[in-house]
């Protein structure tokens, strides 16, 4: 009776746990590429994704302290790789506003088809992240940094940019302009 008990408690937590695994996809990594991991390896990524998520939601509670006036961003040209993450694609123009001391998430649509990807940007402190890892923490952020510029002010264009986080963007071009902030009135 009892190991009779034991086996249901187990296959309960068994299935539990299963249901609450992280997907490969959401991770950025392809299926294919995901089962040639050992399942220790494959155990490890899922929990430094849970501890990034963790991160990731500590710092939605906490707003910075930047100075910095929004950005209009545009990132083009270049590959993009989307689910199931086994190939590249062009991908369309993607222009948006980004405000100091916040995260936002992107659509990115596939050119020719229908795939779309999202792809998370975040403004903290004077540094514009792009393509956070989904379990690398020291890049929770991002996997690519731009510095604040003072010629952000006019527009400067990065080009070749690639980044290595969920969405892995191939040789692209990443436009920023800082915004006039609308309340300059002088007292």
């Known amino acids: 009776m009892l190991k009779k008990s034991f086996f249901i408690l187990l296959t309960f937590v068994v299935i539990f746990l299963s249901g609450c695994a992280v997907a490969p996809e959401r991770l950025g990594i392809s299926e294919a590429t995901w089962n040639k991991y050992p399942p220790a390896k494959q155990k490890e990524l899922r929990n430094l994704y849970y501890q990034a998520e963790k991160i990731r939601e500590e710092q939605k509670k906490s707003p910075g302290t930047s100075l910095q006036k929004p950005l209009f961003v545009t990132i083009h040209d270049g590959k993009i ?15 948006f506003v980004i405000n100091k001391e916040t995260c936002l998430d992107n659509e990115i649509s596939q050119i020719k088809g229908e795939e779309k990807i999202n792809l998370r940007t975040c403004y903290k402190k004077g540094i514009l992240y792009l393509d956070p890892s989904q379990f690398e923490q020291e890049k929770i ?14 527009g400067m264009s990065y080009k070749n ?21 609308q309340n300059n009135k002088t007292k």
């Open 141 to 154: 952020l991002g996997t690519v940094q731009f510095l604040y510029n003072p010629l952000w002010e006019q």
């Open 81 to 95: 790789l989307m689910p199931p993450f086994a190939a590249w694609y062009s991908y369309q123009t993607k222009s």
């Open 161 to 181: 940019i690639n980044t290595t986080g969920y969405v892995k963007l191939k040789n692209a071009t990443v436009t920023i302009q800082e915004l006039p902030t």
